[in-house]
C-alpha cells in the first residue's frame, strides 16, 4: 500500500513543486458562529490573508480597518500600519488564553492568534507535515456515508503552535484531503471536524476552496445543526 503521506503530498500537487513556492495568498469569505460567540461577527467577511511556505507566519489585509493589517508567528501577534510602524503587538500570545473556555471572548490579539495559526495550517496541509519535529502514522480508515477514507494522526511539534498537538487528517482514495480532525486546546478542548472539499488547481497545487467545522459527537459523527466556521476561497494566488 502507499505510504499514506506521499500519496496525499503528490495528490496536493507534489513536494517538488511545493518547495519552488515562497508564499501563498487567499481572497477569502470566512463566516461560522463562533465568531458571533468571541465577539467578532463579519471579521473576516471579506479579507485577504498570506501565509509562508517556509515558517509558521500569516497576515490578513485589511485587519479591522484600512491602512493596516495583522501579522501572526508563535511568539508573537501584532497589528501593523502599511507603512511598517507597529500600533500593537503581544509576545507569548497562546498564554493569553489560561483559562478560555469556548464562550470566553477575545481581544484582537486572541483573534489574530487564532486565526493566523488556523489559517497557516489549512493552507500548507499536507506539505507541512515534511518540516523537522513532525509525526506521522497512518490509524485505521473511516467510513463516510459511502467512502473510504484513510487517515494519518499527526503529532505537531511543540515548536509548530496549532489547535492541538495530536490531529487527525482524512484522505480519499485519491489522496486529497476531505476531513481533519481536532480539539481546540486555547477554547478549553472543543472537538471538530473541519470538512474540507471543492478542490481546486491553482498553479499546479491542487487546494480545497471550502471547508465547514462542525462540532462532534461521542462516536465522532458531525453534528450538522450548526457550522462553527465556515471558509471559503475565492481565489489563490501562488508566490514563487
Known amino acids: 500500500m502507499t505510504d499514506l503521506l506521499d500519496l496525499a503530498i503528490e495528490a496536493h500537487g507534489g513536494l517538488q513543486r511545493w518547495q519552488r513556492i515562497e508564499r501563498l495568498h487567499a481572497h477569502i469569505k470566512v463566516g461560522g458562529a463562533v465568531w458571533h460567540v468571541k465577539g467578532w461577527p463579519d471579521v473576516y467577511a471579506d479579507i485577504h490573508t498570506s501565509v509562508s511556505t517556509r515558517r509558521p507566519h500569516t497576515e490578513f489585509t485589511p485587519f479591522l480597518e484600512e491602512g493596516q493589517h495583522c501579522v501572526w508567528e508563535p511568539e508573537r501577534t501584532a497589528v501593523v500600519a502599511d507603512s511598517g510602524d507597529i500600533i500593537e503587538q503581544r509576545i507569548a500570545p497562546r498564554s493569553f488564553f489560561e483559562g478560555h473556555t ?8 486572541h483573534l489574530i492568534y487564532f486565526t493566523g495559526y488556523a489559517m497557516w495550517t489549512y ?5 507541512l507535515f515534511k518540516l523537522p519535529g513532525f509525526r506521522t502514522e497512518e490509524v485505521e480508515p473511516w467510513q463516510e456515508e459511502d467512502e473510504i ?14 489547535h492541538s498537538t495530536v490531529q ?13 480532525d481536532y480539539s481546540v486546546d486555547i477554547m478549553g478542548g472543543t472537538r471538530s471536524a473541519n470538512y474540507a472539499s ?5 498553479g499546479g497545487l491542487m ?8 462540532a462532534t459527537s461521542p462516536d465522532n459523527r458531525p453534528i450538522l445543526d450548526r457550522v462553527a466556521v465556515s471558509i471559503d476561497l475565492l481565489d489563490v494566488g501562488i508566490e514563487p
Open 102 to 109: 469556548i464562550a470566553t471572548p477575545w481581544d484582537r490579539q
Open 123 to 127: 493552507l500548507t496541509t499536507p506539505f
Open 149 to 162: 477514507w484513510r487517515r494519518l494522526k499527526v503529532t505537531f511539534p511543540s515548536t509548530i503552535p496549532s
Open 168 to 180: 487527525t487528517f482524512y484522505f480519499n482514495p485519491d489522496g486529497l484531503l476531505r476531513r481533519h
Open 198 to 202: 471543492d478542490v481546486r488547481s491553482f
Open 207 to 214: 487546494i480545497p476552496t471550502k471547508r465547514r467545522v462542525y
